[in-house]
């Protein structure tokens, strides 16, 4: 018998504090029409001052465990996604080790962007299958707010994003009723790092962090847009294909399709390309923005909690984002 992974709890938590389009438009060079046209976004949450993401990682995490029916001493090793870490070093996971109260237990940081939650989820799966752990907390949570550029140069990105946590519980499955994690597929292509980054601070240069990168900006996330979004079109369909081949299935198969949601175009080219109905696609963009690593398990909260997934169902994730990186996966849920 496989000992497969499965996702036995799940939630979670976005800060309170709403900002729509018309809030933006008071504090930068946008409009709402804009936004609507080109992502689809209509509102997204914001994290106040002093809030980070592993606050937003604990929240959620508490909700998962919860979901789960586990008691927080039974977690036995922790990843954490994020690519908005609240300093530069540490990473969040022990973070949120800390605050739950588990000292001693391993804590491992997984910075893959966009394409966190799946290549966290591939390392989650890896330790299930070998039994090497039996209770994996695995968070994703960005706060990307504190981080946006709201000028002219920064403006393409900062509506697009948004602040939130996820996290989901993951343990060995006993039946063999071939439910479970079925496949992790990861891709990458460092030859385009630039076309999606945050140049500074940088181990390259000495001091780190200089006046004159402050004065120019050069801390802020930059892209090239265009040429994201064609290679988000192409490469997510591709990857889903090639997974659900590697499964012996077809895209008939699939119940639900969670893409990573950049842009809520980007959603309706690989829907379109992969010629799944547009229905089978998870997409809360509108109210939450691009919300990084935690956008997937997100979005797989909102339908497992709205009963859009039952037991049995096929559902594929798939995401694309900053390296570049991407990935898909297979889940019999
Ligand atoms: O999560 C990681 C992966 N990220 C993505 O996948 C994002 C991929 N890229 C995109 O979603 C789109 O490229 C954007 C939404 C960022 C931009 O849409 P676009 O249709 O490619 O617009 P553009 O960059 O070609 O800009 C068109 C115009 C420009 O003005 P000019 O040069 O035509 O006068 C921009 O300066 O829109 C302007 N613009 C804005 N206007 C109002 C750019 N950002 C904004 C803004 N509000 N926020």
């Known amino acids: 018998m496989i000992r497969r992974a499965i996702i036995s709890g799940i939630g979670h938590y976005v800060p309170p504090q709403v900002v729509t389009n018309f809030d933006l438009e008071k ?35 508490l909700k998962a465990i919860e979901n789960a029916g586990l008691d927080k001493s039974e977690i036995d090793f922790i990843i954490a996604a994020t690519i908005s870490p609240d300093h530069y070093f540490p990473g969040i996971g022990v973070m949120i080790q800390a605050r739950l ?35 994996i907390l695995l968070c994703a949570a960005e706060v990307q707010s504190h981080s946006m550029d709201y000028s002219d140069e920064g403006r393409d990105l ?24 079925l496949s992790t597929h990861l891709f990458a292509d460092g030859r385009f790092v630039k076309d999606l980054w945050m140049e500074n601070p940088s181990s ?19 892209m090239d847009g265009k040429n994201v979004f064609k290679n988000a079109s192409e490469r997510m369909p591709e990857a889903v294909e090639l997974a659900l081949r590697h499964n012996g299935l077809t895209i008939h198969d699939v119940s639900l399709l969670i893409p990573h949601q950049a842009n809520d175009r980007i959603s309706q080219m690989v829907a379109r390309k992969l010629q799944i109905p547009i229905e089978k696609v998870a997409r809360n963009i509108d109210r939450f923005g691009n919300t990084t690593a935690a956008s997937i398990p997100i979005a797989l909260d909102e339908a497992v909690k709205n009963g859009r997934v039952k037991i049995g169902d096929i559902i594929v994730l798939t995401a694309f984002g900053s390296g570049y990186t991407w990935a898909s996966a297979v889940i019999r849920w």
């Open 27 to 61: 504090i930068m060079n946008t409009s709402d029409e804009w936004i609507q046209q080109r992502s689809g976004i209509q509102t997204r949450r914001y994290a106040e001052n002093g809030i980070g993401s592993s606050d937003l990682a604990y929240e959620a995490a």
């Open 204 to 222: 390259k240069k000495k001091p780190t962090f200089t006046a004159q990168m402050f004065a120019e900006g050069t801390f802020f996330p930059r």
């Open 101 to 135: 109260g588990l000292p001693g237990i391993g804590a491992l940081d997984v910075r893959n962007q966009c394409s966190g939650f799946i290549y966290a989820l591939s390392v989650a799966d890896q330790y299930i299958r070998t039994g090497t752990y039996k209770k």
């Open 158 to 181: 900062a509506v697009l994003f948004g602040d939130g946590g996820a996290a989901v519980i993951l343990e060995p499955h006993a039946d063999d009723d071939g439910r479970g994690i």
